[in-house]
């Protein structure tokens, strides 16, 4: 009973409207009439019910209906509803004649009526919308005013034109302003607020106006804009926030209407990725993929991303129980549709990836397990071999004998003439995968980029950390230079390289521009409300070992080519001996095993000759070597 009498009382605003727009039909129809002939001397009489009005209001109606008139909210009508007011009149007219010429011919219909009837319709029925919806916003204007933050809108585009939309239905933001730097738009309003000046002085109209915050809504701005504009905020001293991107929004990072902080990927110039979603989700469809390192940043980006494009069950592989329990925990609740099975247990282990591969028959295999932090492993150089190169070498060779149809090894830019233990090792791992692809059924792809984001154990949460606990901010080198990347990107970027159909490839992912460590704390100095220097400190602390000014992406003996994406770069693989490989590995496997450090260093040097140490010439002081990222057009580089 109680459900029955709550389904009708929730009927009741959308039964009012219909109710109204038929009375409004009904006086429409009577007052044309009236009109018309009130303009005769012997007027005949004009019934207020009658079988024509039934007629004329059932035809309206079931126009009013399969439009779609009632599918909207009085409280939201915008030009939608009032395009379909249009339509449904002009309809509602062939429907009336139709219904009136088989019922009477049109007897006593005046021609003046039937011109003048979408007309008067249009009006009586978009005017009440448009008036209540006016009543309801100037309303939630006039109750917010009172306890309502005063905002200052930064871009007075689409974006703060929406913004303002949406602020005043929150009703606990007041708009007082916008600036913008179009000369064009200095002295005009936008949805009835004025644009008072430009970026540049923002200080100024920030204290004219009253202004408790700043927003930023100008999310397709690069870098340069971005900085100078936070910049701008900074000197206000008041608190700023921003329109979350489109890509955000599609992400589910962030909801619509929500503002967000400033994140330091919004500075430094990542223009978004744009990937084939119809030809990776053609690729992904209904299949099943196995992830290494699941519980990693890489790794569970990439479990999330196959999810949500099409796989139909996904196997987590990760030695931590922590990081795996959450990654599975996140998928069920996401995903539930998704069929995870969880297996505990280092990749390395043989007996772990042959029962993982005959219990789930993947069709693709992303190996992401690594140990990647460049210092330590330097000192670690055993368990960066078993890790890197003997658990690849272990994974490569089981999906290979089980037929797995695809094998992606996430790689590093720091396998490009490698100086330390991490871009060695890597290195040896993607020679490994090549060595093995000799045509048969799998495909093995390798995948090379930069520094993630906020990835664990990246320079971000570090500096995070270091500036919550009030510094100092430890950099390397005022010149030390590193490529980055968004953990989201960098996932779809490995996605759209794996659908790609080459049987054997190396891809290399468009990192962008360098960006300065120095530069990167800073920034993020200035994002926690601190000035460098100042406030927090920036400690100078020299490379570390492994480490280089400059990282570089591209090979000189690898020829690069365009790809279908113009992001991703496709490189030649070097030639490798497939039975050298297979010696190296297997000398590893024993210098490992008797836990030989010396024997270890002497076949890492020998299985991938490039590898120069730091230290055995003066690699950190050599100069950038910047390739830039070719035109989809050109040939190879």
Sequence with gaps: MSSWFDQWK???????????????????????????????????????????????LAAQGLVFWQIGLYRGLWRFASVPDLWNIVKASVLGLFAILLGLFLYNRLDMVPRTV??????????????????????????IEGRGKEGSVRTLILGAGRAGEAL?????????YHPVGFLDDATVLRGSKVQGVPVLGTVSEVAEIARETAAKLLVIAMPSADAVAMQRVLAACERTGLPFRMVPRLQDLL?????????????????LGRKPVLPDWKSIRGWLGARTVLVTGAGGSIGSELCRQCARHGARRIVLI????????????????????????????????????????????????????????????????????RNNVLATSTVAHACRDHGVGTFVLISTDK?????????????????????????????????????????AGSVVPLFREQIRNGGPVTVTDPEVTRFFMTIPEACQLILQASAIGTHEAIYTLDMGEPVPIRMLAEQMIRLAGKHPGRDIAIVYTGLR??????????????????????????????????????????????????????????????????FEPVGSHNVQNEASTVIAFPARSARNI
């Design 10 to 56: 929730s009927l009741l605003p959308r039964q009012a409207v219909v109710m109204h727009d038929l009375f409004m039909v009904w006086l429409v129809w009577q007052a044309l009439h009236r009109l018309r002939w009130g303009m005769v001397s012997n007027p005949p009489e004009i019934p207020l019910w009658s079988t024509e009005i039934v007629l004329v």
């Design 114 to 139: 039937l011109v003048l009837y979408p007309l008067a319709l249009m009006a009586m029925l978009g005017a009440p919308r448009l008036l209540y919806r006016a009543w309801k916003d100037s309303r």
């Design 164 to 172: 303002v939309r949406d602020l005043r239905r929150v009703g606990t």
């Design 251 to 267: 992400e589910g990072r962030s909801l619509p209407g929500e503002l967000k902080e400033v994140a330091i990927e919004d500075l």
């Design 318 to 385: 990760e030695v931590d129980e922590i990081a795996l329990t959450t990654t599975e925990a996140r998928l069920r609740r996401d995903f539930p549709d998704i069929e995870c099975i969880p297996l505990l247990g280092d990749c390395g282990d043989a007996a772990l990836i042959r029962h993982a591969l005959t219990l789930a028959e993947p069709d693709a295999v992303f190996h992401a397990a690594a140990y990647k932090q460049v210092p330590l492993l330097e000192t670690q150089l055993r368990e960066a071999v």
């Design 415 to 455: 396998a490009v003439d490698p100086v330390n233990v991490l871009g060695a090792t890597k290195r040896l791992a993607e020679m490994t995968c090549q060595s093995l692809a000799d045509q048969r059924s799998t495909r093995f792809v390798t995948v090379r980029f930069g520094n993630v984001l906020d990835s």
């Design 545 to 610: 070992p492994g480490e280089k000014l400059h990282e570089t992406l591209f090979h000189a003996d690898e020829r690069y080519r365009p790809t279908a994406h113009p992001k991703i770069l496709q490189a030649e693989p070097r030639q490798v001996s497939a039975h050298a490989i297979e010696s190296a590995i297997a000398q590893l496997r024993e210098a490992s095993a008797r836990y030989d450090i010396d024997a270890l260093k002497l076949q890492l040097r020998a299985a991938v000759p490039e």
